[in-house]
């Protein structure tokens, strides 16, 4: 499988594949760029249906790390971790231990944390061989747990492209149409309905969807109709490749802002939404609040300044959609820009 010619290989700093018999683990490291510091991100565990698939998601994912550190003002650099198995039933004590010892190998130039797959415990058992671990603070209220600084992180951002899109400095009675209710999108959900805001939600585990109808009186949809639906916001907090041209066909909603990685199939996407007058709030922007949370762990700083910062989101936004309109560019590209003038 070639690294160098891969269409998401990005001058990628290291790639490093890890494997251990004993314990089956099959990982893959993606060292995408230090030069703002250490490389941060999650550690993935997946049943990738190949290794070429495994790559390419690491490829993607590290590299928006680089992005979305850069954009947040962290002292970061991207990478990401991707395990090839199914956490339910591959996932072991000595599959993680084994994976600490290779990451402490990499000596500091690839910190992992939690993501899809992974939790703080699991973390934690990393930790048991490694110092290169985060996400495993036991000090705050969600316990190393960056979820619910994401979802707050997605809901300033969502505020702040309905106040630039629709002149609207509230949300009462608009509709956002959520995909996807695990750990970001109900949280969420949360903060939309105390501001106000009209519920549509799915997902494809039914238990999830059930929880936001019963406890937050959440209209749920089939998970392929919550694109069609009549709605003013589109959040998409499951995954990624989801805004293409089958769903710019039926999209409604005038607002795209969302938690979910790698939300464009394609980077010329983002000039089919602004053809359609669809603002979209690109996505390792409005979703940093969890590697913010995660950097302020390290750093010990208070959860006020870990607050103060994550809500400085909704000024980049601002600052990417006014650019975007004076420029006459994708507000993807305008993130992009300002990224790469700070880590290239
Ligand atoms: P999660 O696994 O807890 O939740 C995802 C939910 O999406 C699950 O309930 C799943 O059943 C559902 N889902 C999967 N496929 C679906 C489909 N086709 N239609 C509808 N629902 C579907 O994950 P999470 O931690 O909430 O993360 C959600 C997204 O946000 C992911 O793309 C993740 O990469 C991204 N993200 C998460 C964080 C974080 O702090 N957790 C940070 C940044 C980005």
């Known amino acids: 499988m070639s690294v160098f010619s891969h269409i998401e290989f990005d001058n990628h700093e290291q790639v490093a594949y890890f494997t251990d018999q004993q314990s089956g683990l099959k990982a893959i490291v993606a060292i995408h760029n230090t030069k703002l510091g250490p490389s941060l991100g999650g550690c993935r565990m997946w049943p990738y249906a190949s290794d070429a698939e495994a790559l390419t998601d690491v490829l993607r994912l590290s590299r928006g790390m680089t992005y979305k550190s850069a954009i947040s003002g962290l002292p970061l650099g991207g990478g990401k971790c991707v395990i090839i198995g199914d956490h339910r039933q591959d996932k072991s004590e000595a599959l993680l231990k084994a994976l600490g010892k290779y990451l402490q190998g990499l000596s500091g130039a690839y910190i992992t944390a939690e993501d899809s797959g992974t939790s703080v415990a699991d973390m934690k058992v990393i930790g048991t ?10 000090s705050g209220e969600h316990g190393g747990d960056p979820s619910p600084s994401t979802a707050y992180g997605v809901f300033v951002g969502l505020k702040a492209a309905v106040a630039h899109k629709l002149q609207r400095q509230d949300l009462t009675g608009l509709t956002v149409a959520v995909q996807g209710v695990g750990n970001v999108g109900l949280h969420l959900c949360k903060y939309l309905k105390e501001a106000g805001a009209k519920l549509i939600v799915a997902d494809v585990f ?84 969890g590697i913010i949370d995660i950097a302020y762990q390290r750093s010990g700083e208070s959860a006020t300044a870990l607050r103060a910062h994550i809500e400085s989101i909704a000024d980049t936004l601002t ?26």
């Open 129 to 138: 061989s490694t110092e290169y671990v985060a996400g495993v603070s036991d």
């Open 206 to 289: 039914a238990a999830n969807v059930q929880r936001a109808v019963d406890e937050l009186g959440a209209t749920a949809v089939e998970p392929d109709q919550i694109y069609a639906v009549a709605a003013d916001i589109f959040a998409p907090c499951a995954m990624g490749g989801i805004i293409n041209s089958a769903t710019l066909e039926v999209l409604q909603a005038k607002v795209i802002a969302g938690a979910a990685n790698n939300q464009l199939s394609r980077p010329e996407i983002s000039a089919q939404l602004e053809s359609k007058g669809i603002l979209y709030a690109p996505d390792y922007v409005i979703n940093a609040g």
């Open 319 to 344: 600052s990417i959609f006014q650019r975007s309109e004076l420029e006459q560019l994708p507000t993807e590209v305008v993130a992009n820009r300002i990224a790469e003038e700070r880590f290239k």
